[in-house]
């Protein structure tokens, strides 16, 4: 491998790596997978990465020039809406106890749906179409790829282990809390965008 690819492709997966790992997305799949299958929540998750590091290395700046900067506080809000949703919907959802807990599909599209309207416009996402134009596509979509999938596996087997180790109606209203938490700033965020101004 060329060193200037090789030099390449570790900037940009160390950066959106460790950009994500902190990120309110991480979290956020760690909530899910406390609940959901972990596995699952990590194949929702890395399904969304890649469409947004293909949304972000193939539309590239034009993205951010064509949707304006208030339609992606919008898309933001919208992430922050669909995790609050969920949250009130898990803490009035009471689980039949002769059934095994909701797994399959559903945890699949409730990750690949939360990661998506998260990661759209994020600051990841925004790195990723900086970064094409200093080292192109290829190098930009796979490292940030693979970083991105990366992290969501990290942060699947967190809430798979945190799930196991919870009494469930203790696991529920943390899972309850940090979705309200992160949903709730995520709006503010998109909506209110210099309210965090300080942080940035």
Do not use: N
């Amino acid at each position: 491998m060329d060193a200037g690819v090789f030099y390449g492709f570790a900037v940009v997966f160390a950066v959106i790596g460790g950009l994500e790992l902190v990120d309110r997305t991480s979290f956020s799949i760690m909530a899910i997978a406390a609940k959901q299958s972990p596995f699952l929540t990590w194949v929702g998750g890395a399904l969304a990465f890649l469409v947004s590091t293909t949304i972000a290395v193939s539309i590239g700046a034009a993205f951010v020039a064509i949707l304006g900067p208030s339609r992606l506080g919008l898309l933001r809000a919208g992430g922050g809406a669909f995790l609050i949703g969920y949250a009130v919907w898990l803490y009035f959802h009471e689980e039949d106890p002769e059934l095994p807990p909701v797994r399959g599909h559903s945890a699949i599209a409730v990750a690949f749906v939360a990661t998506v309207l998260l990661e759209l416009g994020d600051t990841t996402m925004i790195f990723q179409t900086v970064f094409v134009a200093t080292y192109g596509v290829l190098v930009v979509f796979v490292a940030g790829a693979l970083a991105l999938i990366a992290v969501a596996a990290f942060a699947s087997f967190v809430g798979g282990r945190l799930g196991a180790r919870v009494e469930p109606k203790l696991l529920k209203r943390i899972v309850v809390t940090v979705l309200l938490i992160v949903g709730s700033l995520t709006v503010v965020y998109g909506l209110y965008p210099a309210a965090f101004a300080g942080f940035g």
